[in-house]
């Protein structure tokens, strides 16, 4: 219902929740806060700025689009709909009703004062209908308020007067629910709203009974010929002090004047209370309705394509599931995909190095943690007599492990109760091509890995005999095939080289030493100094030793020792200077970096 005092402060709750599409909740219980509404999609591209999207990121992409907690402000409508009240009753309302004889001319006056409490102060509570993935809810609240009316009457004659204090009250109960469904579309059915009279200190013949749904407490109070007052808690005093003519002229004008006033003041917080409900349950969906449509109409950067265009490819679909935790909605929209095999293939190289950086790690002390690179060494000596042979005797069936995402999982977003899928699928059979071959920097095997879906985001993780000659690695690639044709999409989803008309995936590469290029490490006198320091009779203190089951990490097991020798004084004074200034030490300085890092990574 309309109403011309509804205030601002809840015109832009209104507004907030026109933007959520959805509604306010919040729990039973008064006392405490409101819960949240929250509305997420999990898709395969970043939601908000699609541009950023990268594969490695598919697991945090699905925060909420909007999330608010929300409670009906009852302090705040109580006052504005109490101070309105006292808008429409004029302080004072009286007259003169002359009289002929031989009745005397009465003079009355009534002066009101309404208030409204509310006696209730529950909070909209939502609970889902059915499994979460039927997207349904139900939103329900119960409240009740007190109308209390105090009079000032006066009625006098020439020779006598009475002056009656009169209160009576209603209390008006309101039960509002609504049922909405929130996907593909948001689609509420009407807000269900009935009152009922719970409790009155006048006689209002209703015996507690529900109203119709949309009646107004005028009409109902319209219905009692006799009134509010039946048996006359005004007209009794009254009559005591004047006479039966007096009286019957009080009676006349009192009577309607209380009446009219009183019906007026319980329609307007009737009114008050319906406008709380239809601000507060109703859900506003024109603005909400194009969740979807937005979702489909993202676009893939690279792929020149929208998600909505590649569904039918990915073998893919949309679904949303809600859950209601504590009272609370949480929805998401989630892209799910089948990962069925359909014609995709990946095509690409594994490059091992010929080279790789050795290391020196300190335990320890103010360089605890420091990794240096020493410089390179030869690496994988071994495939230098397997040149020429077939690549598939070299490096084994279990080199190149390949799954494919299926979806984000809604137990992501949405906690616990809602329903566990799985996010990741095994898929795909790998095939090596041709022989071993020599390059400058690595040795060379050809590979292709076919049975993949025509559309599908791959990830690819080294193992068995390829990481074990250093070409340790895991990245994820965006797969399309189309016409016969492979293309494929880096981690930023920008495209690969072609050769042949296929994409080409590359793993691994030249040896590398720190930050720098493919010969980084110390400088010739430093890597001389630290290499002689590396024979345990230079420095026995400092328990340098080769890291087990790595021949090119050296570990400094005595970081403090280490740190008061000539170098390692050198090398503190230079950390801590690269780390004050924040920048990375001036070439010829070593380049230290935290934490373990494995030989021969191609980064």
């Known amino acids: 219902m309309s109403n011309p005092f509804r205030p601002s402060s809840v015109q832009q709750c209104a507004a907030a929740l026109a933007v959520s599409g959805l509604f306010a909740v919040a729990p039973t219980d008064a006392a405490a806060a409101g819960k949240s509404v929250r509305v997420h999609v999990q898709a395969p591209v970043d939601f908000h ?8 990121s598919l697991e945090s992409y699905g925060p909420a689009l909007f999330s608010q907690s929300f409670e009906i402000p009852y302090d705040t409508l109580e006052g504005l709909i109490d101070d309105k009240l006292d808008e429409m009753v004029p302080n004072s309302i009286g007259g003169t009703v002359v009289c002929t004889d031989p009745c005397p001319d009465v003079t009355w006056s009534i002066r009101l004062s309404p208030t409204f409490k509310f006696t209730k102060k ?3 509570v939502v609970t889902k209908i059915g499994p ?16 209390a009316i105090h009079a ?4 006098e004659t020439w020779f006598d007067s009475a002056d009656v204090p009169v209160d009576v009250f209603v209390i008006i109960g309101v039960k509002a629910s609504v049922e909405v469904g929130l996907w593909p579309k948001i689609d509420p059915k009407p807000v269900a709203l009935e009152f009922t009279l719970d409790d009155k200190n006048i006689d209002l013949e209703l ?14 109070i319209g219905l009692s010929p006799v009134g509010l007052l039946v048996g006359g808690p005004i007209l009794g005093p009254i009559l005591a002090f004047l006479g039966d003519e007096a009286a019957d002229v009080a009676e006349q004008k009192v009577s309607e004047v209380f009446y009219d006033r009183a019906e007026r003041l319980f329609a307007e917080a009737t009114r008050g209370l319906e406008d709380m409900v239809n601000d507060h349950i109703e859900p506003y969906v024109n603005q909400a309705n194009d ?4 979702l489909l109409n993202k676009p893939i950067k690279g792929v020149n394509k929208s998600v909505g265009q590649l569904l039918s490819q990915l073998g893919a679909s949309i679904e949303l599931h809600t859950v209601t935790p504590d009272g609370g909605l949480a929805a998401s929209a989630v892209v799910r995909m089948t990962g069925a095999a359909a014609g995709g293939k990946m095509f690409g190289t594994v490059r091992m190095p010929t080279k790789t950086c050795e290391y020196a790690k300190v335990n320890g002390g103010p360089l605890k943690g420091a990794t240096i690179p020493l410089g390179l060494v030869p690496a994988n000596e071994d495939l230098k007599s397997k040149v020429g042979q077939p690549c598939s005797a070299v490096l084994g069936a279990d080199g190149i492990a390949r799954q494919v995402y299926l979806g984000a999982n809604p137990r992501t977003a949405l906690g616990p109760t809602a329903q566990s899928l799985p996010t990741w699928k095994s898929s795909g059979s790998l095939t090596w091509k041709g022989n071993l071959v020599a390059e400058a920097d690595w040795y060379a095997c050809k590979f292709e890995i076919g049975g993949l879906p025509g559309a599908a985001v791959v990830e690819l993780a080294t193992g068995g005999a390829v990481a074990a000659h250093l070409v340790d690695q895991k990245h994820r690639y965006f797969e399309l095939s189309a016409a016969g044709k492979s293309l494929v999409f880096d981690n930023f989803l920008a495209p690969l080289k072609l050769e042949g008309g296929n994409a080409q995936v590359i793993l691994g590469g030249a040896g590398k030493c720190g930050g720098g290029g493919g010969g980084g490490g110390l400088a010739p006198n430093k890597l001389k100094e630290l290499k002689d320091m590396l024979d345990p ?6 328990g340098i030793l080769r890291k087990p089951g790595s021949e090119h990490i050296i570990e400094v097991t005595n970081g403090d020792a280490f740190a008061k020798t000539k170098f390692g004084k050198e090398l503190v004074q230079q950390v801590n200077t690269a780390r ?7 070439a010829g300085a070593p380049a230290v970096k935290p934490g373990a890092v494995k030989p021969g990574m191609n980064r």
């Open 49 to 56: 700025n699609p541009l950023a999207t990268r594969l490695d």
């Open 122 to 124: 529950n909070q909209p």
């Open 132 to 147: 979460s993935g039927d997207a349904r809810v139900k939103v329900e609240l119960s409240a009740q308020a007190k109308v």
């Open 152 to 155: 000032d009457v006066h009625a």
């Open 207 to 220: 015996n507690g009974t529900a109203a119709a749904l949309g009646a107004k407490w005028g009409t109902i």
């Open 291 to 294: 969740i979807k449509d937005k």
């Open 537 to 542: 009779s230079k420095c026995p203190q400092c």
């Open 580 to 586: 004050a200034s924040k920048l990375t030490p001036k």
